[in-house]
């Protein structure tokens, strides 16, 4: 028999694929967010309930298996974010402790900040508010919470993406808006992972009942520079792009992966490319 999923976030990118991912796998899915949402699909329950409702919430945990955190992401303003990442979490943690539930937590590899090298071992020097925020959900999941996985991802993309810089080239194409403007001077590098991906990577580890904290990124890098020329020679589009003369920061040469990949089997198959292409149809 299925598990019962509840996904916390489920109005997110990653939170919106995670429901399709497993509504083709049959799972039993309980969908909540915020934001009122509709699925016509018996096994998709929806919840319109705030993680900082403490007693609706533990009322919606208690009926599920597994509970998938995508929330506490960047949201605008950072007192949200940073609502969402103390109290918030203090909430789930209470409620998946309660019921004996066990938690997937999505956290960042920001939480790193500038580094040539990292792997999960390394030290935490978070560089900005949304790190620093990260980095404390992180502590109170792996103090408190017994039956966990924490799982730290470079960035996301994907179709049903509202912020980011792919979301943000892909919408300048569509509405033919050239001109970008960024706060730094380019240099600013990621791995880029597609969000149905890691939906893979989730759905592995829950079945294989992994615990522990793990690192888990795409295996394309790019700086905004690199990304801005793709977007460009496959789209046959030119972009007017204003710099900022300001260095970027949590820039990490390299992110190792072979702590979670000694557990799981995993190949990306979505790239970068393949996506851009996706633009043209």
Same mark, same amino acid.
């Given at each position: 028999?299925?598990?019962? *999923? ?29 934001? &009122? ?11 319109? #309930? ?8 533990? @009322?919606?945990? !208690?009926?599920?298996?597994?509970? $998938?955190?995508?929330?506490?992401? $960047? ?27 066990? +938690?997937?937590?999505?956290? /960042?590899? &920001?939480?790193?900040? /500038? ?17 620093? #925020? ?16 924490? %799982? ?27 001109? %970008?403007? =960024? ?15 890691? &939906? ?9 009942? #992994? ?8 295996? !394309? @890098? =790019?700086?905004?520079?690199? %990304? ?5 020679? *496959? +789209? ?11 260095? /970027?920061?949590?820039? $990490?040469?390299?992110?190792?992966? &072979? ?6 089997? =995993?190949?990306? !198959? *979505? ?7 996706? +633009?043209?149809?």
């Amino acid at each position: 028999m299925n598990k019962k *999923i509840l996904i916390l976030g489920a109005s997110g990118l990653l939170g919106q694929t995670l429901v399709e991912f497993f509504k083709q796998k049959k799972y039993i899915i309980g969908a909540l967010s915020r934001k &009122s949402l509709s699925y016509a699909d018996i096994n998709i329950t929806t919840y319109n #309930i705030d993680i900082l409702d403490y007693e609706l919430l533990e @009322q919606v945990i !208690e009926k599920y298996d597994i509970i $998938i955190n995508c929330t506490g992401q $960047i949201t605008n303003p950072i007192s949200q974010c940073l609502s969402l990442n103390t109290e918030g979490i203090t909430n789930i943690i209470n409620a998946v402790n309660m019921h004996n539930k066990k +938690l997937v937590h999505i956290s /960042s590899v &920001s939480v790193y900040g /500038s580094a040539k090298y990292v792997n999960e071992e390394n030290d935490l020097n978070p560089e900005t508010p949304y790190a620093a #925020i990260k980095y404390f959900a992180d502590y109170l999941i792996k103090q408190r919470v017994k039956d966990h996985i924490l %799982l730290r991802v470079s960035n996301l993309y994907g179709q049903n993406q509202k912020k980011g810089i792919v979301n943000y080239l892909e919408k300048s194409y569509l509405s033919n808006n050239k001109n %970008l403007y =960024f706060n730094n001077d380019g240099s600013l590098k990621r791995y880029y992972l597609h969000a149905q991906d890691f &939906s893979m990577v989730i759905d592995k580890v829950i079945k294989e009942n #992994i615990k522990g904290t793990y690192n888990i990124v795409g295996n !394309e @890098q =790019f700086t905004i520079k690199e %990304l801005i020329a793709m977007f460009e020679s *496959i +789209l046959n589009f030119k972009f007017k792009v204003e710099y900022q003369k300001v260095p /970027s920061i949590e820039n $990490i040469d390299t992110i190792e992966c &072979s702590k979670l990949y000694s557990k799981i089997s =995993f190949n990306c !198959e *979505i790239n970068m490319k393949n996506y851009i292409k996706g +633009l043209l149809k």
